[in-house]
């Protein structure tokens, strides 16, 4: 399976900022996903990140408040503006595209928002 | 999309006893994924099983998938206390995006 970084790993942000958060893959994928789990809950899809295109935002999540960016196959980037405290969160990415189906996870980025 | 549900939402067992994690979901499906998360960290793949299989394993691990019921089993046999985690079942409904769970919180005792 691909190797998935995300920096920073976490962050404590004050109200008002805004943080972009990186994912770096080892290998050139078709797919790449931007995922959220709030404290105690499950994953919910932010977006799904294009190459080369804008990203594909799921209902709830809109592009100015998550821009995302996908240059190459191999990197994206999940900016938080505007943060306030709801937006204290695990924020992932993952890969899929895969020839199995699987798709696969990088470690996760805790935000909290002060 | 809809979020799943899972079964039980924790369970508590002793080292070498089986645990058994439940998962429904509300749509057709192109395969169903379990992940294990430690402490809130990233996800680990655990398998995955297409909407045309009936049971798969993998170590320690059997999973069956019922798609009349629309519902999957997770079992992990002999488990051990690193085996302590939150388990989640995804769903690919499409186009490889994953609709989770609400997962599973597993604590083995030594």
């Known amino acids: 399976s691909a190797v998935i970084s995300q920096k920073p790993s976490r962050d404590i942000c004050q109200r008002g900022t805004s943080l972009t958060i990186q994912c770096q893959v080892d290998?050139?994928?078709?797919?790449m996903f931007w995922y959220r789990q709030q404290p105690g809950q499950s994953l919910t899809l932010i977006a799904t990140?294009?190459?080369?295109?804008?990203?594909?935002?799921e209902s709830g999540f809109v592009i100015d408040k998550f821009p995302i960016s996908r240059p190459n196959l191999t990197f994206s980037t999940l900016t938080v503006s505007n943060m306030s405290p709801e937006d204290s969160s695990i924020y992932l990415c993952?890969?899929?595209?895969?020839?199995?189906?699987?798709?696969?996870f990088g470690p996760g980025t805790r935000l909290t928002v002060l | 999309s809809q979020q799943g549900e899972e079964d039980p939402q924790a369970l508590s067992i002793q080292e070498g006893e089986n645990a058994t994690m439940n998962c429904s979901y509300k749509?057709?499906?192109?395969?169903l994924q379990w992940y294990r998360q430690n402490s809130g960290r990233g996800l680990v793949h655990l398998i995955l099983?297409?909407?045309?299989?009936r049971e798969k394993h993998s170590g320690r691990l059997r999973v069956t998938l019922d798609t009349s019921k629309k519902s999957s089993s997770l079992l992990i046999t002999a488990s051990r206390a690193a085996d302590t985690a939150s388990y989640f079942c995804?769903?690919?409904?499409?186009?490889?995006?994953?609709?989770f769970g609400t997962g599973t919180r597993l604590l083995v005792s030594p």
């Open positions: 993952s890969v899929g595209g895969t020839p199995t189906g699987e798709q696969f």
């Open positions: 290998s050139q994928v078709t797919m």
């Open positions: 990140a294009n190459q080369g295109s804008e990203a594909t935002y």
């Open positions: 749509t057709s499906i192109n395969n």
């Open positions: 099983i297409r909407s045309n299989e």
């Open positions: 995804a769903t690919d409904e499409g186009f490889q995006k994953l609709v």
